[in-house]
């Protein structure tokens, strides 16, 4: 996708594609991450199509990332659900990684949630707690806004000040202290590049920046959701937690399983924030 102009048709043959297979286009759109795939069970009257189904979709190589597109209703919201997403380790670049989120965005998106599953940096936190994301760091060393700009579809240089849009992490952190959910808290997220996970160097590097969680993914698709005036919620489920002083091996099987683990509270969290947001 270096040509600007062939990844805007392609963009758009995506967003004709999707025109035509659905009746009530959706509002919002949720991305789900490692071992964060069962949220599409909820929903009503739903429409599911395979990634590959879908023109110019880049394929899901992660086994625990289902790679459909699953539109209907959720909590009374139209909503379109990412059934797994893409890594730049995968070998794409930060603008195919987003390309779903600049396609839903062109289908008429306003509100984009983007999860995933983190290694704890934050010593405060535990296996099982969810991030609701203040800020973000960008250590991929690739940004999918690069090369030509296309206006109509964003700013060249958007604001990024506010990433996170205050009324939905205020609504989430309210929602989470009423639900019961203790182990929720807010911090900042940094996205590396994967696959290795964290040495303990790196680990302490990344506390010193000021990042809370660490993990592969959402960072891409977060700035093409802002590049696109989009109103942007970021959760992660912190599957571990790294001490450089007292380094174990990580597992990627483990960080699955505890993403699974903490799913069922985050999928609450989710249908709630959807219930009692405005649109």
């Known amino acids: 996708m270096s040509d600007s ?5 392609q963009v758009e043959a995506a967003v004709a594609f999707l025109r035509e297979r659905i009746q009530d286009p959706p509002e919002v759109l949720i991305q789900l991450g490692t071992g964060l795939g069962e949220l599409a069970r909820a929903m009503q009257g739903a429409t599911t199509l395979s990634y590959e189904e879908i023109p110019h979709f880049p394929r899901s190589t992660v086994t625990s ?17 990412l059934q797994g997403r893409f890594h ?8 195919e990684v987003a390309f779903p989120i600049r396609v839903l965005a062109l289908l008429g998106v306003k509100t984009a949630i983007i ?10 936190f535990r296996p099982g707690t969810l991030m609701i994301f203040d800020d973000h760091i960008n250590l991929l060393g690739d940004n999918p806004l690069r090369g030509p700009n296309i206006d109509a579809w964003g700013e060249r240089f ?26 929720t808290t807010s911090g900042t997220y940094v996205c590396i590049p994967g696959p290795s ?14 990042a809370d969680a660490v993990g592969m993914s959402s960072v891409p698709e977060i700035l093409v959701a802002l590049h696109a005036g989009l109103r942007v919620l970021g959760l992660s489920v912190v599957a571990n937690v790294n001490d450089p002083d007292h380094f174990q091996p990580i597992l990627i099987d483990e960080v699955i399983g505890a993403a699974r683990k903490a799913e069922p509270r985050l999928q609450q969290l989710i249908i709630h924030i959807l219930a009692e947001s405005s649109p």
């Open 65 to 81: 990332h289902a790679g459909n597109l699953v539109i209907g209703r959720l909590a009374g919201k139209r909503t379109a659900i």
């Open 5 to 9: 102009g062939e990844y805007k048709r």
């Open 115 to 124: 999860t995933n599953a983190s290694g704890g940096l934050n010593p405060a």
């Open 158 to 183: 958007p604001d990024l000040s506010t990433p996170y849009a205050p009324e939905l992490r205020q609504l989430a952190l309210g929602l989470a202290r009423r639900l019961g959910l203790s182990e």
């Open 88 to 95: 730049c380790y995968e070998g794409y670049s930060a603008r």
């Open 197 to 210: 996970l964290e040495t303990p160097a790196e680990t302490r590097f990344l506390r010193m920046i000021g």
